[in-house]
């Protein structure tokens, strides 16, 4: 399974909004240059997320994103479906009622060891993401690089 960027962005991003003072939006422009990330994909990215309610958007000249909820209510589960969508990543195909001794009344999604054992091993996954929140991702940025909250409030310029 490959995920596009656009998660990796997302996911960066929310953390570093996690950081900024409640009710502060930060521009697309400035979320941007801090990765030197394109600001119209972005900006895509950060659409869909508010669309999920995992941000708000701001218009005007002080408008910008912020967190659409506690960090704490958004999970990185949240984030990819977000980005992603909620498909699952497999998608059994059914092959088997082509191959020998395949069977039109038979629903192989349901039968199929291989599809069983790929819809149990995507349910771990989105489990292990569900499991994690935002809160979560930035206390552990923070025991590993206590001074990672202030450096990016001044890298946003949100001091």
Same mark, same amino acid.
């Given at each position: 399974?490959?995920?596009?960027?656009?998660?990796?962005?997302?996911?960066?991003?929310?953390?570093?909004?996690?950081?900024?003072?409640?009710?502060?939006?930060?521009?697309?422009?400035?979320?941007?240059?801090?990765?030197?990330?394109?600001?119209?994909?972005?900006?895509?990215?950060?659409?869909?997320?508010?669309?999920?309610?995992?941000?708000?958007?701001?218009?005007?000249?002080?408008?910008?994103?912020?967190?659409?909820?506690?960090?704490?209510?958004? +999970? =990185?589960? @949240?984030?990819?479906? &977000?980005? /992603?969508?909620? *498909?699952?990543?497999?998608?059994?195909?059914?092959?088997? !009622?082509?191959?020998?001794?395949?069977?039109?009344?038979?629903?192989?999604?349901?039968?199929?060891?291989?599809?069983?054992?790929?819809?149990?091993?995507?349910?771990?996954?989105?489990?292990?993401?569900?499991?994690? +929140? =935002?809160? @979560?991702?930035?206390? &552990?940025? /923070?025991?590993? *690089?206590?001074?990672?909250?202030?450096?990016?409030?001044? !890298?946003?310029?949100?001091?």
């Amino acid at each position: 399974m490959r995920m596009s960027e656009g998660v990796e962005w997302a996911l960066h991003t929310c953390l570093n909004l996690a950081w900024v003072e409640e009710g502060q939006a930060v521009p697309t422009s400035r979320l941007a240059e801090v990765y030197g990330l394109p600001v119209a994909y972005l900006n895509k990215q950060l659409q869909a997320l508010v669309r999920a309610g995992v941000l708000r958007s701001t218009t005007g000249p002080r408008g910008g994103f912020r967190l659409g909820r506690d960090p704490r209510n958004i +999970t =990185l589960l @949240d984030i990819v479906v &977000a980005i /992603e969508g909620p *498909e699952d990543a497999f998608r059994c195909q059914e092959i088997l !009622r082509s191959g020998p001794g395949g069977r039109a009344d038979v629903d192989y999604r349901k039968t199929c060891v291989i599809s069983r054992s790929m819809r149990q091993a995507e349910l771990a996954w989105r489990t292990e993401l569900a499991a994690q +929140t =935002l809160a @979560d991702v930035r206390a &552990a940025v /923070e025991r590993r *690089e206590p001074s990672a909250p202030e450096a990016t409030r001044v !890298r946003l310029g949100v001091l």
